[in-house]
């Protein structure tokens, strides 16, 4: 039963290509030869992880297995609030503009080597350096002279991120920022191995090459299959982590990772699909935690070709989107229907109201026609739009429904589907028209959010750029005081939904299924719980 219910969403052996055939049979033989294993956890990821560099994979589908792997100078614990990560402690000014990180005595990579302040400016260095083309790189403008190292007008060297010794890691920051210490929780923030980065080059990201600095260390890489950890006896506190190895599966088919889980070959599953939750709700309630996530599912247009660098057809297009239709009759899985980019509550953040969530659907639906056809589109030249999104059960769902809702107003869908790595890829090179995309926030913070459509963010996916935009979020960053601050951030987020350069659907709400075997989960709206605070009952 347990090896049909793994591939049973594969076609028949005789369609199978070999490689993926072969493929399958190497899962179903690790599956079963772990299932029962004592002391392995198991896991999900959304997909294949892009890179096993914190620096370029965070800010992906890897995210959650970086987290095992790397710890910074703050770490994020059960408390949810920032913790000693290797650093013990800190002190920041009084005017919030510099933080000194003490860190902790006699810290050693994953290969034995010392790990001291030096790592810290190499790795913050890397990161800003736009030769390193990190996607994340925006969110630590706040540093002194990020901004310039990334423009090029001034050289890495100039980073306000320095060791006056070998424990100490000074930051100066140009403006300050309230949620510097949560951003220093994120696996992007983590240090490097510049010894084994100079030596090694790429490969340095391979199993039996990698080098870190986390709980556990990288044993075998399966591409499509799996990530093997086992727990990392140099890790400052190897005594504290109860589970010595970790199994990741990339899993995109959130209908097979649900089987997988019945069947017990796997322990947490990230997201399940509409169509098990009842099931579970009725069989497995206890094994389903769900709760609302800091996370906005949405469409990006790329503004920076024909047609959407009309905001006329950008706006059309969300107009025409009944979202209330698409969370409760499509979805209902929980998900939160929003015409806001914003999570609500992120931060204490209140969130906007939009005049537009509002009207009736017939009203919006012609406005929408006169807009499209004030832009040149109708019966007899309708708008055809090219839609991609990566592959699962829920944005297949969100597609069909879109295309049928932009259908009313004339618009002709083409929905297409890739997977995630194939989606990154169309991003970065802006070759798409609209794309399926999502922002979580890293941390609790407005910003968190806001920070991805900046002119200059390497994220912006839309090739959006606006001054008035940029402004507000610069003065709502250089403002203490937090209603002010919010003021000027409220002002940045509605001049994004007036834009329109992409389209919030919903905020999303968590469904994740945890065994009963795993202890220590702990539910949050940022992120889930690293393995290292994770145990097995026997």
Same mark, same amino acid.
């Given at each position: ?49 892009? @890179? ?5 994979? @965070? ?58 302040? #030096?790592?810290?400016?190499? @790795?913050?260095?890397?990161?800003? #350096? ?81 080098? @870190? ?86 469409? +990006? ?107 009313? +107003? ?103 299924? +945890? ?12 992120g889930t719980p690293p393995s290292r605070w994770l145990r097995l009952a026997d």
């Amino acid at each position: 039963m347990t090896d049909r219910m793994a591939c049973d969403h594969l076609p028949a052996r005789r369609w199978l290509p070999r490689q993926l055939f072969a493929g399958c049979l190497l899962w179903l033989a690790a599956a079963a030869a772990l299932a029962a294993a004592p002391g392995v956890l198991h896991r999900t990821s959304g997909a294949e992880p892009p @890179s096993l560099d914190p620096t370029l994979g @965070s800010g992906t589908m890897a995210a959650p297995m970086l987290s095992d792997m790397v710890e910074g100078l703050v770490a994020r614990t059960p408390a949810i609030r920032p913790a000693p990560g290797v650093a013990e402690r800190w002190d920041v000014s009084a005017d919030g503009l510099t933080y000194t990180f003490r860190l902790r005595e006699g810290l050693r990579w994953s290969d034995g080597t010392p790990l001291t302040a #030096d790592d810290f400016v190499y @790795s913050y260095r890397r990161l800003l #350096d736009p030769a390193t083309a990190a996607t994340t790189a925006g969110l630590f403008l706040m540093i002194e002279n990020a901004r310039e190292v990334t423009q090029k007008t001034k050289p890495p060297e100039s980073l306000g991120v320095s060791a006056p010794d070998p424990r100490t890691v000074v930051f100066r920051l140009a403006t300050p920022a309230p949620y510097f210490l949560q951003l220093l929780a994120n696996t992007q923030a983590a240090p490097v191995p510049r010894h084994a980065i100079e030596k090694l080059g790429r490969d340095w990201m391979r199993a039996g090459s990698l080098v @870190s600095n986390g709980p556990y260390v990288l044993a075998e890489r399966v591409p499509q299959n799996y990530v093997r950890l086992t727990r990392n006896p140099n890790y400052w506190a190897a005594k504290e982590v109860k589970v010595p190895e970790v199994y990741w599966y990339p899993t995109q088919d959130m209908g097979a990772a649900t089987r997988r889980f019945r069947a017990g070959e796997l322990d947490t599953v990230l997201n399940v699909a509409p169509d098990d939750l009842d099931w579970i709700r009725a069989n497995r309630p206890k094994a389903l935690h769900t709760g609302p996530i800091h996370a906005t599912y949405l469409l +990006v247009f790329n503004v920076t070709r024909p047609p959407f660098d009309d905001r006329r057809l950008r706006r059309a297009l969300s107009l025409a989107v009944d979202r209330e239709a698409l969370t409760d009759k499509v979805l209902q899985t929980g998900v939160r229907p929003t015409w806001t980019f914003v999570s609500p509550g992120v931060g204490g953040y209140p969130g906007l109201r939009v005049a537009d969530a509002g009207r009736p659907l017939a009203e919006r639906q012609a406005e929408a026609r006169e807009l499209l056809a004030a832009a040149g589109y109708g019966p007899d030249r309708p708008l055809s739009v090219p839609l991609l999104y990566d592959t699962n059960e829920e944005n297949r769902k969100v597609m069909v429904a879109l295309a049928t809702m932009w259908q009313a +107003v004339g618009v002709q869908a083409s929905p297409t589907n890739v997977e995630f790595v194939a989606v990154l890829r169309a991003f970065r090179a802006r070759d798409f028209a609209i794309a399926r995309s999502s922002t979580f926030a890293l941390y609790d913070d407005p910003y968190a959010f806001l920070q991805q459509y900046g002119g200059r963010a390497a994220n912006n996916w839309a090739g959006w750029a606006d001054a008035q935009f940029d402004a507000a979020v610069a003065e709502g960053n250089a403002t203490l005081d937090e209603r002010a601050r919010f003021a000027r951030l409220e002002a940045a987020e509605r001049r994004l939904l007036d834009e329109q350069p992409v389209i919030p659907l919903y905020h999303y709400q968590g469904k994740v299924l +945890v065994a009963e075997r795993v202890r220590g989960w702990w539910d949050g709206a940022i992120g889930t719980p690293p393995s290292r605070w994770l145990r097995l009952a026997d």
